[in-house]
């Protein structure tokens, strides 16, 4: 296709998706912040901490780790189906085209409930901090303020949100560089009136490892969480300007945020506070601490507590954003293929998806149980719902793009076609389907010895929920579960609006369609 053509076919866009109605005004820069440090809130900075005090500092590098390579696998698989076919619903719409319109269903839900779980996390949290700094408002009231305040900007636009997710996500790298920096000091007793150097004290007091095996199967559960987010960049598909740019682009950075963010984080947390610290998120606690909090602490400054909490309430504001709008276009797009109500479908001329951003922030109340629980407790309580529906989630699109390679290769497709091309496949992405379903299972399994009634339904509560969903609409609509001939493998591609980029993209910079398979150590450093 020449240069010229592919501007006269741009030019006959418009900024507004046909498909969807919503703005496509996230720009490369937007996208690729995102998937850096986007999602990044108080569920990794305070959260942490109590996936350190279930396991300990090796559990948690463990579970830091283990979760990582899983996730790494599902965003090389989510990267293949989503550069070729950014559609809005992003994997629920592909499980309609690639499995069953009954499975997309099923995925839809259970994505949406994690997004429903994670911002009534971030609304706890906020609303802890501010009752720290002053009880005078009560909890209800922080949450209301912050409700209302979140709803507005979420109303602003596409665009007001994804520059003020990349300066928030520039905060949030700075933070989290500044703190490590401060550990190396810390450990090595660089302080100013330091009692010797701190090392790796808390290894051995009170230790590596706080409940043994035990110990690192409940910090699985948390890491879900905490990386639940990673694949939100597909989400935003839909709504990019150059989705064939901006999403490979993003999918490669994934890699960076779980060594640098994710396994950084797990490291200098367990390096610098101690598991068995009061304050941490455990079952009856009514507070909420950071790791960081307590480092600091620690090493003498108790007035750094309002500078880490600043910091906090600041990834709040960008957590929480971010919350509203992953789970505000999952239901949305939802709405549009008829798998929710109808009337969350709705976009205005600018658009915003109105109803669905309510929607959306209306789970939020779920944190008001934390007026009952405390904050601690709520906490717990509200990732045990969320992890098990983040790994039938990633589960899914392993599965998706499985059934995508086959029916690609049966319709006698040449792989060498595909804009971005998954690492390592098949072995890649059946890893994560086999691990997904293992870790939905048996997340859940330290609440059978000694047996907790409670904790075990809280656990395993979302577990059946997948299927009776998938069955019952399936029975409901007698839809159909596709055979990999007549799955439609060239509906749903979309240009870039930007026709300089597509145009250099197209010249084959980067993207080789046709000719020999690169070395190794490039597809690796393409990868990474």
């Not at 559990?59 to 076919?85: C, K, N, R």
């Not at 109500?341 to 929607?359: E, H, N, Q, S, W």
């Not at 493998?489 to 240009?495: K, Q």
Request: positive net charge; charged residues 15%.
């Amino acid at each position: 296709m020449s240069i010229d053509s592919i501007v006269t076919r741009l030019n006959s866009l418009v900024e507004i998706d046909p498909g969807s109605g919503v703005k496509r005004g996230l720009k490369t820069r937007h996208l690729s912040m995102m998937a850096l440090a986007g999602i990044i809130g108080p569920g990794l900075l305070v959260g942490s901490g109590g996936a350190l005090a279930s396991g300990g500092p090796a559990s948690l590098l463990i579970g830091f780790g283990v979760i990582g390579i899983i996730a790494f696998s599902i965003m090389q698989s989510l990267g293949e189906i989503t550069t070729l076919y950014p559609s809005g619903g992003a994997f629920t719409t592909l499980a309609d085209r690639f499995v069953d319109k009954a499975f997309g269903v099923a995925v839809g839900w259970n994505y949406f409930i994690i997004w429903a779980a994670v911002l009534a996390n971030e609304y706890n949290t906020v609303s802890a901090i501010f009752v720290f700094w002053s009880n005078k408002v009560p909890l209800w009231g922080y949450f209301l303020i912050f409700w209302f305040f979140f709803l507005a900007f979420q109303l602003l636009g596409v665009e007001i949100f994804g520059e003020a997710e990349f300066w928030l996500a520039l905060l949030k790298l700075s933070g989290l560089v500044a703190y490590f920096f401060f550990s190396i000091i810390y450990a090595a007793g660089g302080l100013k009136g330091q009692d010797g150097a701190l090392g790796f004290r808390y290894w051995h007091n009170p230790g590596a490892f706080a409940d043994g095996f035990r110990g690192v199967a409940k910090v699985f559960v948390f890491c879900s969480t905490f990386y639940a987010g990673v694949e939100s960049v597909a989400v935003a598909a839909t709504e990019t300007r150059n989705p064939r740019r901006a999403v490979p682009l993003a999918i490669r950075q994934v890699f960076w945020r779980i060594i640098f963010i994710y396994m950084g984080s797990a490291f200098f947390f367990g390096l610098t506070c101690p598991a068995n610290a009061e304050g941490l998120i455990k079952g009856g606690s009514k507070a909420l601490k950071s790791p960081m909090t307590i480092a600091i602490q620690n090493a003498g400054w108790e007035g750094g507590v309002h500078l880490i909490n600043a910091f906090i309430f600041a990834t709040c504001l960008s957590a929480v954003n971010s919350s509203i709008y992953i789970g505000s276009r999952t239901i949305l797009f939802m709405a549009q293929d008829g798998k929710a109500p109808k009337f969350l479908g709705f976009t205005d001329k600018r658009g915003v998806p109105v109803y669905a951003i309510i929607f959306t922030n209306l789970s939020g109340a779920l944190s008001m149980m934390n007026i009952n629980t405390g904050a601690g407790a709520a906490y717990g309580y509200i990732v045990n719902l969320s992890g098990v529906s983040t790994f039938l989630v990633w589960g899914a699109i392993s599965f998706i793009h499985i059934r995508f390679r086959r029916a690609w290769a049966l319709q006698g497709r040449s792989v060498n076609s595909l804009p971005f091309k998954s690492f390592f496949y098949p072995y890649n992405a059946y890893f994560g389907l086999i691990a997904n379903i293992f870790l939905a299972f048996v997340q859940g399994w330290t609440t059978l010895s000694p047996f907790n009634a409670g904790n075990f339904v809280d656990a395993y509560i979302l577990l059946p929920l997948f299927p009776i969903i998938y069955f019952g609409y399936k029975f409901v609509y007698k839809t159909t579960y596709w055979n990999l001939n007549d799955i439609d493998l060239d509906s749903g591609r979309r240009a870039d609006l930007d026709a300089q980029i597509e145009a250099e993209d197209l010249s084959g910079s980067e993207e080789v369609l046709e000719g020999p398979k690169a070395p190794l150590w490039k597809r690796l450093a393409r990868n990474f």
